[in-house]
Each structure stands twice: as structure tokens, then as C-alpha cells.
């Protein structure tokens, strides 16, 4: 059984491997086991499961992830400094930890673990929505995510219609998964600490998609929609069918974007993929 609590400091880690904080990297490190393990549990049932981490860092949250019951932990991480401290954790991980100096960016996660995969990860916020975005796009590919976003993100993933904060990202999110809000981290927890409040979300694939449509004519939709949000959707959907199309998928030409819910927008993307609408 791995035991976090047998291995030096992470702040010695840090010291020893002169892993400080890089802001280019979007690197704010979590050194308290307490909050990492929470976040593994959150995760829900990892027996049997490879995990990928992104963005390990010295390994605060590599260390609760080989706690778990997860068959593998693959960690990717692109700072070198960081990468040779991992290598040192694999060597005392008995075989479950695996180490990838890259780029998650330019990195195709199912071709990195068999499935079944899901990814845990505190995500560096310059990034951290277009990773989701795109891992989302291989669906299928994934058990689910359990990912630490600053808080205004989160809000926007977990958003349902009527909110402010419910846009083209939570349109996409609940089309594919359950997305749930599990709790904040306050900026204190963090090394160095960030200027917003961390909030750590939970992502679990739905077997099918809310409702049928294509990815492509579904982001054509959210686009125009969410692109005027404040004018009535007539007016925001005109340029790709307008009236034509609401009128199709039985949506009131009168109602606005934040009033859509999921399958509202997915009746409007079979619509619009309807060669009579494609301009």
C-alpha cells in the first residue's frame, strides 16, 4: 500500500528539485494531502481505472492519486524541473506511476492509457477550458473528469439555463456529462496563492449524449446564439437560417440564448443539418 505520509515534504521536493512556481506555466502548486486526497475522493470509484494527471508539478496530487485504488496513474507534465522529481516518486510507486514529459495541449490522452481512463487534475487556468473542450470531443474515450478550475470557469461549466454564467461551454458539458461543482479551494491553500478561488468539478460521461446532433452543427448554433446572447434569437440566428430553422425545431423565435436548454439547442442543430438550411 502506497503511504504519502512515509515521504519527505513536498516543500523539500520543491527545494531539492528548484521547482519554483513558473507564471508562464500557470503553476500553483497544492502541498496539503488533505485537500488532495479530497479531491481524489470526489472521483468517486478509481478500482480498476488508469488515471492520467495533467500538470503533476512536484506531485501533491500524484501522491493521493497512488493512494487510491487506481490500477495506473499516468502523470504528464512539460517542466523539466518537475519531471525528474515525478521520476523519483515512480520509483517509489512500485510500478503504478507513469511519467510524460509533454504537453497535454498537444497530447492525445486515449492514446496515452487504455481505457478505462478518466482524468484528475489541478488544470493551469491559461488552459484549462481548452483542454476540457477538447477532451470532450473524444467523449467516448473517457470514464469522466475531475478537474480544479478557477471558480468564474467552473461556474460557466456547471451552468444551467437562465444563469448568467451559462453559455456555449455548459451547453457543450451537459450535452456529453453530469457536470457538478464539488467544492472551492480557497487561493491561501495554493503555492504561490492565485488571485481567484478554485473550484473542482466533476464530470461524468453520460452513456449517450443528452439528446442527438451533430458536434459541428451544435457549436455552428451555440456560436450565433451565444454570440448575441442579448438579442432575441430571430435576430442572433439569422445569418444560419433564422426563423426558418426556429420555426423547424419548435423554438420561439421571441426566447434568447440563456433561455435554451440542452436539447432545445441540440433540435436546432438537427435542424440546421438539414440540407435545406445549410447556406
Given at each position: 500500500m502506497f503511504d504519502a505520509d512515509a515521504l519527505p515534504p513536498l516543500r523539500e521536493i520543491v527545494g531539492r528539485f528548484d521547482i519554483a512556481a513558473q507564471k508562464s506555466l500557470g503553476q500553483h502548486f497544492l502541498f496539503d494531502l488533505n485537500l488532495t486526497r479530497r479531491v481524489v475522493s470526489v472521483a468517486g470509484d478509481l478500482a480498476?481505472?488508469?488515471?492520467?494527471?495533467?500538470?503533476?508539478?512536484?506531485?501533491?496530487?500524484?501522491?493521493?492519486?497512488?493512494?487510491?485504488?487506481?490500477?495506473?496513474?499516468?502523470?504528464?507534465?512539460?517542466?523539466?524541473?518537475?519531471?525528474?522529481?515525478?521520476?523519483?516518486?515512480?520509483?517509489?510507486?512500485?510500478?503504478?506511476?507513469?511519467?510524460?514529459?509533454?504537453?497535454?495541449?498537444?497530447?492525445?490522452?486515449?492514446?496515452?492509457?487504455?481505457?478505462?481512463?478518466?482524468?484528475?487534475?489541478?488544470?493551469?487556468?491559461?488552459?484549462?477550458?481548452?483542454?476540457?473542450?477538447?477532451?470532450?470531443?473524444?467523449?467516448?474515450?473517457?470514464?469522466?473528469?475531475?478537474?480544479?478550475?478557477?471558480?468564474?470557469?467552473?461556474?460557466?461549466?456547471?451552468?444551467?439555463?437562465?444563469?448568467?454564467?451559462?453559455?456555449?461551454l455548459s451547453v457543450l458539458a451537459r450535452w456529453l456529462t453530469d457536470p457538478r461543482a464539488m467544492f472551492d479551494i480557497p487561493p491561501s491553500a495554493f503555492v504561490p496563492p492565485p488571485n481567484v478561488i478554485s473550484t473542482v468539478v466533476n464530470l461524468t460521461m453520460r452513456p449517450e449524449p443528452l439528446a442527438p446532433a451533430r458536434r459541428e452543427d451544435l457549436e455552428v448554433v451555440t456560436r450565433a446564439a451565444f454570440g448575441q446572447r442579448r438579442k432575441m434569437l430571430r435576430r442572433a440566428l439569422a445569418p444560419i437560417g433564422g426563423a426558418a430553422i426556429l420555426e423547424a425545431a419548435n423554438v420561439p423565435g421571441d426566447a434568447r440564448a440563456e433561455d435554451l436548454d440542452v436539447k432545445q439547442f441540440c433540435a436546432l442543430a438537427r435542424t440546421l443539418g438539414e440540407e435545406r438550411f445549410v447556406t
Open positions: 480498476g481505472v488508469n488515471v492520467i494527471e495533467i500538470g503533476a508539478g512536484p506531485g501533491g496530487l500524484t501522491r493521493a492519486l497512488l493512494e487510491s485504488d487506481a490500477h495506473h496513474v499516468y502523470a504528464l507534465e512539460r517542466d523539466a524541473r518537475a519531471v525528474d522529481a515525478l521520476r523519483e516518486l515512480a520509483e517509489q510507486a512500485k510500478g503504478r506511476l507513469t511519467v510524460f514529459a509533454a504537453d497535454a495541449l498537444e497530447t492525445d490522452l486515449t492514446k496515452l492509457a487504455p481505457y478505462p481512463r478518466t482524468v484528475i487534475a489541478n488544470l493551469p487556468y491559461n488552459v484549462g477550458t481548452q483542454l476540457l473542450i477538447n477532451w470532450l470531443m473524444q467523449a467516448d474515450g473517457f470514464l469522466g473528469f475531475t478537474l480544479m478550475f478557477q471558480k468564474e470557469v467552473a461556474e460557466r461549466i456547471v451552468a444551467t439555463p437562465g444563469s448568467k454564467s451559462y453559455g456555449r
